[in-house]
Nanobody, 125 residues
Framework: QVQLVESGGGLVQAGGSLRLSCVAS????????MGWFRQAPGKEREFVAA????????DYTDSVKGRLTISRDDAKNTVYLQMNSLKPEDTAVYYC??????????????????WGQGTQVTVSS
């Protein structure tokens, strides 16, 4: 049984930083692509960032490029999202997800079979 557990969310002022972590268990972590998604109140869930197996490729939605960085440590079964220069519009619940069967990146939430419980990020102005 695959489990994903996020941590690291919190309240931060605009311009500040946070690092989200997601620890996975249940199957060989290194084989699968990982992603971060977020959902703000009253909005649909949206793609934020993704990373392929072994971290060979990464992908970001335009609004976070240059500010957020996804990385992974396969020895620790952990994927990270370093969040710098945060803006109030980054406020959302952030979810990590693991792809169903493939090792590459994807922006399509339907291609992710496993999801964490989410961690709240709130950026005050």
């Amino acid at each position: 049984q695959v489990q994903l557990v996020e941590s690291g969310g919190g309240l931060v002022q605009a311009g500040g930083s946070l690092r989200l972590s997601c620890v996975a268990s249940g199957r060989t972590f290194s084989r699968y692509g990982m992603g971060w998604f977020r959902q703000a109140p009253g909005k649909e869930r949206e793609f934020v960032a993704a990373i392929s197996w072994r971290g060979l490729t990464t992908d970001y939605t335009d609004s976070v490029k240059g500010r957020l960085t996804i990385s992974r440590d396969d020895a620790k079964n952990t994927v990270y999202l370093q969040m710098n220069s945060l803006k109030p519009e980054d406020t959302a619940v952030y979810y990590c997800a693991q792809r169903s069967t493939l090792s590459g990146t994807s922006r399509n939430s339907n291609e992710y079979a496993y999801w964490g419980q989410g961690t709240q990020v709130t950026v005050s102005s």
